[in-house]
Nanobody, 124 residues
Framework: VQLQASGGGLVQPGGSLRLSCAAS????????VGWFRQTPGKEREFVAAIRWLGGNQGYADAVKGRFTISKDMSKNTVYLQMNALRPEDTALYYCAAGSPPWGLRESTTSYYYWGQGTLVTVSS
């Protein structure tokens, strides 16, 4: 599976962005699709995940109530709607796909495939 992440950009605090993660080569099948983010000098951290079949969703505490993960099965695409953005949300955002048990969705080692990253900058 090849993953293409897009939608990053520069936004002011309080603004919104929608990231997309499109799969090619094969569908997401029964994978879990996750979003992670990373800033220089820090480890990649979990943001949100969705089960492609079934639709279970999970979020990091830092983004609960502000970010929403969703899917469009007809487009084989997962989205991350980010609202009320804060400067601390600034990071390179990656999407990933794998087959972890739901309880391990927050671990980077649970995912087989990774997109190239899209940069989100929240600044006035």
């Amino acid at each position: 599976v090849q993953l293409q992440a897009s939608g990053g950009g520069l936004v002011q605090p309080g603004g919104s962005l929608r990231l997309s993660c499109a799969a090619s080569g094969r569908t997401f099948n029964n994978y879990v699709v996750g979003w992670f983010r990373q800033t220089p000098g820090k480890e990649r951290e979990f943001v949100a995940a969705i089960r492609w079949l079934g639709g279970n969703q999970g979020y990091a505490d830092a983004v609960k109530g502000r970010f929403t993960i969703s899917k469009d099965m007809s487009k084989n695409t997962v989205y991350l709607q980010m609202n009320a953005l804060r400067p601390e949300d600034t990071a390179l955002y990656y999407c990933a796909a794998g087959s972890p048990p739901w309880g391990l969705r927050e671990s980077t080692t649970s995912y087989y495939y990774w997109g190239q990253g899209t940069l989100v900058t929240v600044s006035s």
